[in-house]
């Protein structure tokens, strides 16, 4: 029963990180296609409009393009931050650390065959609560 436990998991923990990692793929072709789309109105501009004006519009286009990446880190941050609860809450229960069960302070990555569980206890908490937890689904 806990094998089958902890693989359903890993299941969830790996299927939220192939959203994040689709959405954010996604995000990206986008914004190929609306780099692309810019590129070519401002080809078209310049064959059909004054130059002064070519000017303005492309200055504007890279304002607007300048936002499009904006956006395009702030989604990524917003991805992170909206995904992370849930590794946070999976992964500890996977790797048979539960006092660190959906805390914020759970770090659970792999330093060249070190796990750092997080940086109060680099091992792990010793005790069945942790003092130092805090919730990662608290904002």
Sequence with gaps: ??????????????????????????????????????????????????????ETVEQQLKAVDQTVDLAMANTER???????????TFTPIVNRHDACIGCRNYEGSDFGGNMLVCGFHPYGCQQEKCPDWESTWED
């Design 78 to 88: 917003v991805l992170e931050k909206t995904f992370r609860p849930v590794g946070q």
């Design 1 to 54: 029963m806990n094998d089958w436990f902890e693989s359903t998991l890993r299941t969830l923990d790996q299927l939220a990180e192939q959203m994040g990692d689709r959405l954010l793929n996604l995000v990206e072709q986008a914004l190929t296609v609306t780099d692309t789309a810019i590129d070519q109105l401002s080809d078209h501009l310049n064959q059909a409009i004054s130059p002064e004006l070519v």
